[in-house]
C-alpha cells in the first residue's frame, strides 16, 4: 500500500483507522473535520453538588443517602452561675448543632440548675453534643432521657377577642386557662407536649393569632430513675420523708 492508500484509510487525516471507533467518536457530524479539545458537556451542562455545607462552602453530606437524624432530649446539671445558659447556646451555635429548644430551670439541690435540650441530629452528632455539653466549667452531668421521658412545655397566644365564647371552648377542650380577656384580645396558656401545643396552635389559628411565646420543652425521667446520670430525686425542704430520697450530692 502506498503512502497516498495509507493516508486514505485513515479518517480525516488521523493516526486511527476510519473504521476505529476513536475514529469515529472524533467524526463529527455531516463528515466535517474534527473539532479539537474533549468530547462531553459543556460547563454549564455538567452536575454541581449540592447539599448542607459548611461556613466554608465545603459540603457536609451527600443530597442521596446519608446518616438519618433522630431527636434527642439531653438534660445536664450545672452550677448556677451567671451566663451559663449563654456559654451553652454559645457553644451549639459554633458547632452549628440543630437545637430544637433549650430550657434552663432551677433544681431541688440550692445552687444547681437543670439545663434541656432538644437536638435533632445524627448519632455522631448527638454524641459530640454531650461531649461538648459536658466540658463546660460550670457542668456537672449530664446525660441523654428515655424516650419515655416525661416531657411537656408551655404556650402563651393572645389571640383576637371577637368570638369569646369560641375561644374559651378551644381553651378548655385543651384542658388550658385563659390569662386575660378583653374587648379587643384574649391571652390563653396551653400546657402540655409537643404534639398538644402544635395541635392547640392550629386551633387558634381560626381567630387570628396577634402574639405567641413558646417556652421549649422541659423533661423527667419517669419513677424514681435519675434524668441525669449520678443524680438522685431530691424533695423538698419542707419533707420529712427522708428515707425515700435524697439528694444526688447528700
Given at each position: 500500500m502506498t503512502g497516498e492508500d495509507e493516508h486514505a484509510a485513515t479518517d480525516g487525516g488521523t493516526d486511527h483507522p476510519a473504521d476505529s471507533p476513536i475514529a469515529e467518536h472524533a467524526r463529527p457530524a455531516g463528515g466535517d473535520a474534527p473539532e479539537t479539545g474533549l468530547a462531553g458537556p459543556t460547563p454549564e451542562e455538567r452536575p454541581h453538588p449540592s447539599g448542607r455545607r459548611d461556613e466554608h462552602g465545603v459540603r457536609k453530606e451527600p443530597d442521596d443517602g446519608g446518616e438519618p437524624t433522630r431527636r434527642a432530649t439531653v438534660s445536664a446539671l450545672v452550677e448556677d452561675e451567671p451566663g451559663v445558659l449563654a456559654r451553652a447556646a454559645g457553644l451549639f451555635r459554633r458547632r452549628q448543632f440543630n437545637i430544637e429548644s433549650l430550657t434552663v430551670g432551677p433544681t431541688t439541690v440550692e445552687g444547681h440548675s437543670r439545663i434541656t435540650l432538644v437536638v435533632e441530629e445524627t448519632e455522631a452528632g448527638i454524641d459530640q453534643a454531650k461531649k461538648q455539653l459536658a466540658k463546660l466549667t460550670p457542668v456537672i452531668a449530664v446525660g441523654e432521657l428515655s424516650d419515655d421521658a416525661v416531657a411537656a412545655e408551655l404556650v402563651l397566644l393572645k389571640v383576637?377577642?371577637?368570638?369569646?365564647?369560641?375561644?374559651?371552648?378551644?381553651?378548655?377542650?385543651?384542658?388550658?386557662?385563659?390569662?386575660?380577656?378583653?374587648?379587643?384580645?384574649?391571652?390563653?396558656?396551653?400546657?402540655?407536649?409537643?404534639?398538644?401545643?402544635?395541635?392547640?396552635?392550629?386551633?387558634?389559628?381560626?381567630?387570628?393569632?396577634?402574639?405567641?411565646?413558646?417556652?421549649?420543652?422541659?423533661?423527667?425521667?419517669?419513677?424514681?430513675?435519675?434524668?441525669?446520670?449520678?443524680?438522685?430525686?431530691?424533695?423538698?425542704?419542707?419533707?420529712?420523708?427522708?428515707?425515700?430520697?435524697?439528694?444526688?450530692?447528700?
Open positions: 383576637r377577642g371577637e368570638e369569646p365564647d369560641k375561644v374559651h371552648a378551644i381553651t378548655s377542650m385543651y384542658d388550658g386557662e385563659t390569662l386575660d380577656a378583653g374587648p379587643r384580645t384574649i391571652t390563653v396558656q396551653i400546657t402540655g407536649d409537643e404534639n398538644l401545643i402544635d395541635d392547640a396552635i392550629d386551633a387558634f389559628d381560626q381567630f387570628g393569632i396577634i402574639e405567641i411565646a413558646r417556652t421549649g420543652q422541659t423533661a423527667l425521667e419517669r419513677g424514681d430513675s435519675p434524668t441525669t446520670p449520678g443524680e438522685e430525686p431530691g424533695h423538698s425542704a419542707g419533707s420529712t420523708d427522708d428515707d425515700e430520697f435524697t439528694n444526688y450530692d447528700d
